[in-house]
Structures are given as C-alpha cells and as structure tokens.
C-alpha cells in the first residue's frame, strides 16, 4: 500500500506494452486503430493507450488488469477532485443526444469517484477537459493545446480518439503530459458517430467518451477479459452499458468513493458585465465583459442555455447562431450602437 493505494506491477505493464509502444503506442493518448481481429474482416479499433514505463500503476488488489497511471487529479492517496470541461466542437454526424452523450460518460465516473466536473464556457483553463472532433494533424488546430504532431489522427477506419492522461504522467509520445493537454479528449471526426444505438453501421459517443475520460482520469486499459469500458477494443456495434465492477474498483483505487458531480451551464449559465476586469471565464464571478464573448460561449448542440447579461450598454453588432437565452439582469440592456 502506498499513499491509501495498492501498488500494481508496472514493470510487467510496462514490458508487456513496450513492443507496441513502438508500432501503435502515440503515448499519453489513447489512440484506436483499425485492425482485423478476428480473421473474417469485421472491423474493430483497438486503443492501446499506456503509460510509460517508470509509471506506477495503483489497481485493486484482487484485479488482474487495469488501475490508475500515477497519482491523478487529486494528488497522492484516495482524494477528491474538481475538473473542468468545455466543449470545442461537434460533430455533423448527429445532432440530438450529442451533448447528452458527453455527459452520461461524466456522469458515470462522477457515480462512482468524488470526482466534480464542472462546466465552463471556455477552453484550454488548467485542470479541464475539453472535448472536440478534428481530423489529421491537429497539433496546428490546437497549438493551446500542446497538440503532437507526432500523434496525428489518420482517416476513417483508423485512429478513432485519443485523450491525455492527468500531469505529468510520462508516454512515449508525451513526456512528460503538459497540463495543457492533460485530461483533454479528441475524437476522429475522420469516423461515423452516433449516440449509442448500437446499429453497427457507427460508433457509441456515449461509450467511447466514456472510455476517454477514464484515461483523462488516469485510467489504463483493463485487458484481463469482459465488458469492461477500459477494455482496449470496440467494434462500431458496441454499446454503452454502464461501468463494472473491474471499472469502479480500478477508479476508486485512484480516488475517493463517491458520488462526485457534474454541473453543466444548464444548471449556471454563462454571465456578462460590461465593467468585467480580469479572468474571464463566463461565470457568475468572473464574467465576460462582451455579449460576443458570452453567446459564443454556449456550447454547441445545446438548448435553453441562459446568457445572463447585466445591464449596460454593450457596443456592437450581435449574431446568434444556436439555440439559447439572452436575460437582462439588475437592469436595461443595450446591445448595439
């Protein structure tokens, strides 16, 4: 035991990965590749996302795989965590059920850790995760990021996404993982993407960000057999049925038990004031100080958000693009010259 956790083996981890590290691994991300399992040609994309080798991988001790790479968000021992997330962008594949896809994978990791996600309207804070579809080389697309060039994503029947592990986690193709891209996950928009029908013909967003945010939490893949959502394999017909039991108990030999919590600008809304100095991050205490700012900080594929403006007069044109709702507050607003 050390620091409330039990120490697994990650020099067998370490050795059993560093063949693959070589072919497939782009480190600290979890990366899926096309791959013909089973001989007959039916498709699957393998993630073999793994930590690098000084990293000691804390697990259950009656579990044969998985765990937690290093000391995740929480630091040393069996701690609480708050994270941010934010939306970047979307996918065209689908519209509704999208944004809900994204939080059900939150949500079923806030069940079981004390975990807190906490919506924002803005990227690339510290401490957050930040979703969006891209395609090719983004380090270009992400520089904020501290995107990898050497960690591309490749067309469709290829990569299928990828997430960085929490600070300082060391991987062959990140070493050590910048904060800047820690926790943040990336899907290949290259893909066909849908909530979790199970149809076969596209991959489950609900499950996949699922898996995702187990590595942005520290999670490694669980190899040792089942449904588990940390298994290292999906074919496009897989749907999301919840985390086992090898799931939970790989998370909370990481952090405290929980329920943790996920808020979402549904429940905070995004603020503005006019008279705003310093940070703004489009909350109630550290507003934007523009109503561009605070409109284009609704995430996409959202409904009914409220962008709570105080009064004043705010110069300008304004375009609204997506569903949300504009409230005057302590008094008249004017947008405009």
């Known amino acids: 035991m050390i620091g409330g956790r039990t120490l697994g083996a990650p020099s067998a981890t370490a050795a059993a990965f560093a063949t693959a590290a070589a072919l497939v691994l782009l480190g600290g991300l979890s990366q899926a590749r096309a791959e013909d399992q089973d001989g007959g ?29 290093g000391d995740g968000w929480d630091g040393p021992g069996l701690g609480s965590a708050t994270l941010f997330w934010h939306v970047e962008g979307a996918s065209p594949d689908f519209s509704a059920g999208q944004r809900t896809a994204l939080i059900a ?53 290829g990569t299928l996404a990828h997430a960085g592990f929490p600070p300082g986690v060391s991987s062959a193709c990140v070493n050590p993982m910048p904060e800047t891209f820690a926790g943040n996950v990336h899907f290949d928009e290259a893909e066909t993407w849908e909530q979790d029908t ?33 298994r290292p394999t999906f074919g496009p017909g897989d749907g999301f049925v ?71 007069n705010y110069p300008g044109g304004l375009v609204v693009t997506q569903n949300m709702v504009l409230r005057a507050e302590n008094g008249v607003v004017t947008i405009g010259n």
């Open 41 to 69: 040609g039916s498709i699957v994309r393998t993630c073999p996302t793994e930590p690098g080798p000084s990293v000691r991988i804390y697990r259950a001790p009656w579990l044969r795989g998985g765990g937690i790479a």
């Open 242 to 312: 919840g985390l086992s039991e090898d799931d939970i108990a790989n998370a909370q030999s990481g952090y405290a038990v929980g329920p943790g919590a996920v808020v979402t600008l549904e429940t905070t809304g995004v603020w503005v004031d006019s008279d705003a100095a310093g940070p703004e991050l489009g909350t109630s205490t550290q507003p934007f100080n523009t109503v561009v700012e605070g409109t284009a900080g609704v995430p996409p594929l959202s409904t009914g958000i409220v962008v709570h403006i105080d009064a004043g």
């Open 198 to 230: 199970g149809s076969g013909a596209a991959f489950s967003l609900t499950l996949i960000a699922c898996h995702e945010i187990g590595h942005a939490i520290g999670l490694v893949h669980d190899s040792s057999g089942g449904g588990d959502v940390m």
């Open 105 to 157: 994978g939150l949500q079923a990791w806030a069940s079981v850790v004390d975990v807190d996600f906490v919506e924002l309207p803005v990227p690339n804070q510290e401490r957050a995760v930040d979703f969006d579809f891209l395609v090719g080389d983004h380090s270009v697309v992400e520089p904020a990021e501290a995107g990898d060039p050497d960690c591309p994503f490749d067309g469709a029947n």
